[in-house]
């Protein structure tokens, strides 16, 4: 595909923002189309990247023939119906983290995704970050192998707030979206399949009915062993720290950023060819159609995270 592919993106919030900002630096791509609950503030962001098509159904958007692609912000409860309606439209599409809150939802998508031969990924971002790609790359070259990772989830959502402090419409969760970023980067980093798994889980929030505190063991087949720990009740940092424990040094990323065991910074600004891991990922996207192959964080790639949250989540229910 040597034309520009023309994109719909669904989601107009906090993370919609940050893949709009990010395609801006993507040569050969443009966003024709925008979805979004809110008729008015939607038309004021389309306003602000020149997009022309302004809507709020995403089968308005499919309808477009010029559409080629469709990226989706929406929230977590819908993320399986609307890749269905997406690959059943015959786009290709990103939908970001987590891929559905159920192991039925996914597995779903994965079986349309075969059948019509789309590119289907998922935004998992931390596959991308510069921070975490290094540490990739010392791992493939033979240079580092995890021991343990240790990881922090903590935010401070006692309200449905996004990431910009504006009220939800919808509810977020620390297994089917927070967790699956770190199960998903455990596997893939450590090269090795997980084989066992425990949660527990603090009490129920009486208003968002939602476990707000949250425990994660994990062990890969190879040995490799993670300790996650999840909360919504943090009143301090906020996002998510990774503690990479090898054979032959410590790392700790922070989103896009490095450090040593010692907190001294690792420059990682060689390791691709921008610092944001959104439009590392968006990159790999459109690469992937253009090149006609399987993405990196495809849903068929990503599938076993989610087998993992399902048992998860089995055993918090008892």
Known sequence: MSKTIKVALAGAGAFGIKHLDGIRNIDGVEVVSLVSRDLEATRAVAAKYGIGHVTTELADSLALPEVDAVILCTP????????IQ?????????????L??????????????RQTGLVAMVGHTRRFNPSHQWVHNKIEAGE??????DVQTYFFRRTNMNALGQPRSWTDHLLWHHAAHTVDLFAYQAGSPIVKANAI?????PELGI??????????????????????NNDGPLGTFFRYIG?????????????????ERID????????????LQDREFFAAIRERREPNSSVAKVLPCYQVLHQLERQLAE
Do not use: W
């Open 144 to 149: 580092f192998n995890i021991q343990q990772m």
């Open 201 to 205: 889980q603090g009490p129920i929030h």
């Open 268 to 279: 990682v600004s060689g390791v691709d060819v921008s610092m944001n891991g959104i439009e």
């Open 211 to 232: 476990a707000m505190d949250m425990s994660i063991q994990l062990k890969a087949a190879n040995g490799a062993i993670c300790t996650l720990s999840l909360s919504f």
């Open 86 to 98: 997406c690959l059943k439209a015959g786009k290709h599409v990103q939908v970001e983290i987590p």
């Open 76 to 83: 977590t409860q819908i993320h399986a119906e609307q890749t």
């Open 100 to 113: 559905a809150d159920t192991l039925e939802g996914a597995e779903e998508v994965a079986r349309l995704q």
């Open 247 to 263: 054979d032959t040094g410590t790392y700790i990323a922070r989103y896009d950023d490095l450090y040593d065991g010692k907190e």
